[in-house]
C-alpha cells in the first residue's frame, strides 16, 4: 500500500510538468512567430496573462514552481518580473478574482461562500402554522420568520471585527506599504495554517484576528521585512479579513425545519433560526432559546427583547459546530378584546399581567381598564376571574388562561342632549355653569326664532332606565316665572318648533301653466306670484279667469254652510292683478288678494284655443302628405279633395281608414260616391288614411295544407282558393271561416240546415281558416293509443280479482 500510494504520487507530479511543458511549447511557439522587439512578456495580452497564470494555478502549482517552469521555455527573470507585475496590475483593477491560491492581487472586495444554505420564498411558512390549533389568533413574533424582507443576513462590509476567530478557508489579506510595497492573500488551510513563500507556514486557527495580525507580522520581520509596523520604522503593514469561510451550526427542538445549516462566518443567531423558519408556534419557545457552544449554554436568546426593544444582545455571532436549541414553551396565554395586539403570548416565570398588556402594546384607546376578565382551565373544568387595575401588577398568568379586555359602556357620565330649535344643537357637560336648563339653553346661543315657548319637554333616564317624560312651560321658564329645572346626567331636552306643529303648507297651481305642481307657501304670495313660479301661462291660457279654490275652517257641520270659498280673478299676461275681483262683493275689490295655505288655483285654457292636429293620407292620391285639420266638421271627403283627389289607379275597396293604430271599416268607394253617408267619418288628430293600387292576390291562411298567396282571378269560387291552398286540414273549422277584406271589413260563413254560404273573394282579401281546439287524443298514434287501451284493461282486470277476492 506504501509503495502504491508513493508511486501514484509520483505520477501525479510527472504529470503536472508534462502540461506545464507542453503549457509553455504552445506558448512559445506564438511568441516565436511574433516580432522579438522587446520583451516577450509585454507582447502578451492582459487575457493572455491571467490566462497564464489560471492554468498553471489550476493544476495547484506554486508560483515558484510557475517561475522554473517559465524559465525553463527561454523567459528571463526580467519576464517573469513583468508577468508578475501585470498580474497584479490586472486585479487591481478588478478584471478578475481568484481564490485559493497566494496572490499578489490588492482587491479586498470580501464574497459570501457559495456553499451557505439560503431560504427559498416557498419555504416560507403558510399563514395556518403561525394560528393556534382553534385556527384563532396567531402566536406573537411568529410573523418574524414569515417576513422575506427581514433574512438576517450578515453585511460583509463591515470592518473586521477585532474578536473574529480566524479558521480554515478564512482568507487573510496583508498589505504592505512605505519602503516596502507587497499585498498578499494567504488562505487559512485545512490544517490551520497560512504559507508565505519562502517561510515556515505559520498557525493561527483559533485565534482572534488580532492574534493572527501579531503572529504574520512577527514572522514577516524574521523573514527580512526588518520594523516592519515599528513606528519610525516608514515600513507599514495592515491585516485585514479578506474573504471569510462558512461554518455548520445544528439547529434542533421545535423549530419548523431543525437540521444542519451552512452559514457564512459571520452569521448570527438570527440568521440561522430565518434559515429553521423559526420556532415552531404550536410547541416552540420564543424565549428560551440556547445557543450551546462545546457542551455550554453561552447565551440565552428572548426573542421578545428584539421584537419589542430592538435589543441585539442576544444575536450573537456563531461559531462553528455550534448548536441552537429551541426548548418547549411552558405558559402560553391568550389575550383578546381592546388591546392594540391581540395575540398569543408566551410568558416566562413571574412575569404578570401588567407585564403580559406591556407585550400587547397596552389597552385599545376605548378599552374599559378597572378589570380584566380571565377564563382558567382547572383540573376538571373552566373558572372566570375578574382580575381588577390594583391587581395586574400582581396577577401570576398560567398557561391555557385567556384575557378578554372589555369596551367602555356607550354611555357618559355626565352628558346632557339637547335638540329642536335651538342655535346651536347637540351634546353638552353638565359642568358649573350648565346645571339647568336655562344654563344650557344659554350654553347653546339660545333659542331660535321659530321655537314653541307653550311647552317644552325632557326625556328622562330613571334608574331602572325606564324613560321619564317631564314637560314644562318654556316661555314662563325663561322669564323667570317658574323655578328653573336642574339637569340629571343623560337628559334629552327637546325644545319644539311651530312647523313641527303643523302641516307643510304649500298651494297647488293647475291648469294652462307651463308646470303646474305644488309650491310651497310663502306668506303675502300674490297670484302673480304663483303663475311666476309656476313657469308662466301656456299659450292657450286665459288670464282672465283664474279660480282660487279656499278651505273654510269651521267646527261645526252645516249643511248651509258651503265647503270652500271660490275667488274669480282677471290676469294679464305681463302678471299684474287687475282691481277688480269677479263674483265677490265690491267693496273688496281694491283689496290686494294674499294667497293661503292648501289654496287650488286653477288657469283655465280659452275656449277659442286650438293648437294644430294634423292628419295622414297616403297611397294613390295626388299629394300624399299631413294636413292640419282645417275646421271641426272637416271629414274623410274633405281630405281626399284636399289631397288633390284620387290617382286612375287608386284602388278604393282596399283603402285602410286609420284610428288610434286600429283599423276602421269603412267604406271609401261609397264616401267618394255620396259624402253624406255614415261611413264619411269626422276626422280626428293622428287619422290616417291609405289608398292602395289594386291588388293581385288573395291570402289564404289557417288551418289548410298549404297557406300561401294565390293569384287572384275573376272567375274563382271560396273553393277553387281553398283548393290552390291544398284544401282543409282534418283540425280546420270550415263552418267558422272568414274572409278580411282590404279596407279592414270581416264578413264570415253562413250555413243554413245543411247548406253554407261562402263570402265573395275580393281582390287584396285574406281568407281565414281556424283550427279546432286542442285535443290530446289527437296528438296520440295508433300505437300509443292501443298500449293505453292495453294498461286501462290490465288495471280493470286486477281490480275486478281484488274485488272478487
Avoid at 492554468?55 to 528571463?76: C, D, K, N, P, Y
Avoid at 356607550?410 to 357637560?429: L, T
Avoid at 253562413?750 to 247548406?755: A, R
Wanted: aromatic letters at 8%.
Amino acid at each position: 500500500m506504501l509503495t502504491k500510494d508513493k508511486l501514484s504520487y509520483s505520477i501525479c507530479r510527472n504529470y503536472q510538468f508534462s502540461f506545464i511543458l507542453l503549457l509553455f511549447t504552445l506558448i512559445g511557439m506564438n511568441w516565436a512567430a511574433a516580432q522579438q522587439a522587446g520583451s516577450r512578456a509585454n507582447l502578451m495580452s492582459d487575457e493572455q496573462v491571467l490566462d497564464f497564470y489560471r492554468q498553471a494555478q489550476s493544476r495547484g502549482l506554486t508560483e515558484s514552481q510557475i517561475e522554473i517552469a517559465a524559465m525553463s521555455q527561454g523567459f528571463t527573470q526580467a519576464d517573469i518580473a513583468i508577468l508578475r507585475r501585470r498580474n497584479a496590475e490586472i486585479q487591481t483593477k478588478g478584471a478578475a478574482q481568484s481564490k485559493d491560491r497566494v496572490t499578489t492581487s490588492s482587491s479586498n472586495a470580501r464574497t459570501l461562500p457559495s456553499d451557505v444554505s439560503t431560504r427559498n420564498a416557498t419555504d416560507s411558512l403558510p399563514t395556518t402554522t403561525r394560528r393556534d390549533a382553534n385556527g384563532g389568533l396567531a402566536v406573537f413574533g411568529a410573523s418574524l420568520f414569515a417576513n422575506a424582507s427581514l433574512s438576517f443576513e450578515p453585511n460583509l462590509r463591515i470592518a473586521t471585527p477585532r474578536n473574529y476567530i480566524v479558521g480554515p478557508d478564512d482568507e487573510i489579506g496583508i498589505d504592505i506599504s512605505g519602503a516596502s510595497s507587497d499585498n498578499l492573500k494567504l488562505k487559512v488551510a485545512p490544517e490551520g495554517t497560512v504559507k508565505i513563500q519562502n517561510l515556515p507556514p505559520i498557525f493561527v486557527s483559533g485565534l482572534t484576528i488580532e492574534q493572527a495580525q501579531a503572529r504574520i507580522v512577527d514572522r514577516l520581520r524574521k523573514s527580512g521585512y526588518q520594523g516592519l509596523g515599528v513606528p519610525g520604522s516608514n515600513t507599514f503593514v495592515n491585516v485585514t479579513l479578506a474573504n471569510i469561510r462558512s461554518i455548520k451550526v445544528t439547529i434542533v427542538g421545535e423549530v419548523v425545519r431543525p437540521g444542519t445549516y451552512t452559514i457564512s462566518s459571520l452569521g448570527s443567531a438570527f440568521n440561522a433560526l430565518y434559515l429553521a423558519g423559526g420556532p415552531n408556534p404550536a410547541t416552540g419557545s420564543f424565549r428560551k432559546i440556547n445557543v450551546i457552544r462545546g457542551n455550554h449554554v453561552v447565551r440565552t436568546i428572548d426573542l421578545y427583547d428584539y421584537i419589542l426593544r430592538a435589543d441585539q444582545r442576544d444575536n450573537i455571532r456563531l461559531m462553528d459546530q455550534d448548536v441552537i436549541r429551541v426548548a418547549d414553551y411552558q405558559t402560553h396565554v391568550e389575550l383578546t378584546g381592546q388591546v392594540r395586539r391581540p395575540a398569543i403570548f408566551e410568558m416566562l416565570p413571574g412575569e404578570t399581567v401588567k407585564t403580559m398588556l406591556s407585550f400587547a402594546g397596552g389597552f385599545a384607546d376605548d378599552a374599559y381598564r378597572a378589570s380584566i376578565t380571565v377564563r382558567r382551565n382547572t383540573d376538571r373544568e373552566r373558572q372566570i376571574k375578574t382580575i381588577t387595575e390594583a391587581q395586574m401588577a400582581d396577577f401570576v398568568p398560567q398557561s391555557g388562561d385567556t384575557y378578554f379586555v372589555g369596551k367602555i359602556l356607550e354611555r357618559y357620565e355626565n352628558r346632557v342632549q339637547i335638540g329642536g330649535a335651538i342655535m346651536r344643537p347637540g351634546d353638552f357637560a353638565i359642568e358649573p355653569g350648565t346645571e339647568t336648563v336655562r344654563q344650557l339653553i344659554q350654553r347653546a346661543e339660545g333659542l331660535r326664532n321659530d321655537a314653541f315657548k307653550n311647552r317644552a319637554m325632557i326625556v328622562r333616564e330613571l334608574p331602572n332606565l325606564d324613560k321619564e317624560n317631564i314637560s314644562f312651560d318654556l316661555g314662563k321658564l325663561m322669564k323667570g316665572e317658574i323655578a328653573d329645572i336642574p339637569l340629571m346626567k343623560q337628559d334629552v331636552l327637546t325644545i319644539l318648533s311651530i312647523r313641527d306643529l303643523r302641516e307643510e303648507y304649500f298651494i297647488n297651481v293647475e291648469g294652462a301653466v307651463n308646470e303646474p305642481s305644488a309650491i310651497p307657501f310663502v306668506s303675502n304670495m300674490s297670484i302673480a306670484d304663483l303663475v311666476a313660479n309656476a313657469g308662466g301661462f301656456r299659450e292657450g291660457a286665459k288670464p282672465s279667469l283664474i279660480e282660487v279654490a279656499r278651505r273654510i275652517r269651521q267646527d261645526s257641520l252645516d249643511a248651509n254652510t258651503p265647503a270652500l270659498e271660490i275667488h274669480r280673478f282677471s290676469i294679464d299676461r305681463d302678471l299684474q292683478i287687475s282691481a277688480q275681483e269677479i263674483g265677490n262683493d265690491p267693496a273688496k275689490s281694491k283689496v290686494p288678494f294674499a294667497l293661503q295655505p292648501f289654496d287650488i288655483v286653477y288657469v283655465r285654457t280659452s275656449p277659442t284655443y286650438e293648437p294644430q292636429q294634423q292628419v295622414y293620407i297616403g297611397g294613390q292620391v295626388m299629394q300624399p302628405g299631413s294636413y292640419a285639420i282645417f275646421r271641426p266638421r272637416e271629414r274623410i271627403a274633405d281630405l281626399i279633395k284636399r289631397a288633390g283627389g284620387l290617382k286612375p289607379q287608386a284602388y278604393l275597396a282596399a283603402a285602410q281608414f286609420k284610428r288610434d293604430g286600429l283599423n276602421v271599416g269603412t267604406d271609401i268607394s261609397k264616401v267618394i260616391e255620396n259624402p253624406n253617408t255614415d261611413d264619411n267619418l269626422l276626422l280626428s288628430p293622428n287619422d290616417t288614411l291609405f289608398i292602395p293600387r289594386r291588388p293581385e292576390v288573395v291570402s289564404i291562411q289557417g288551418a289548410v295544407l298549404n297557406p300561401a298567396l294565390v293569384s287572384y282571378k275573376a272567375s274563382y269560387s271560396f273553393d277553387d282558393y281553398v283548393s290552390d291552398a291544398g284544401g282543409f286540414t282534418e283540425n280546420a273549422v270550415e263552418k267558422k271561416t272568414y274572409v278580411i277584406y282590404p279596407n279592414g271589413h270581416k264578413k264570415r260563413t253562413h250555413k243554413f240546415l245543411f247548406f253554407k254560404t261562402w263570402p265573395e273573394i275580393e281582390p287584396g282579401s285574406t281568407v281565414i281558416v281556424p283550427f279546432k281546439p286542442f285535443d290530446v287524443r289527437s296528438r296520440l298514434s295508433t300505437g300509443e293509443r292501443i298500449s293505453i287501451l292495453s294498461l286501462l284493461a290490465t288495471l280493470a282486470f286486477a281490480l275486478t280479482n281484488v274485488l272478487r277476492n
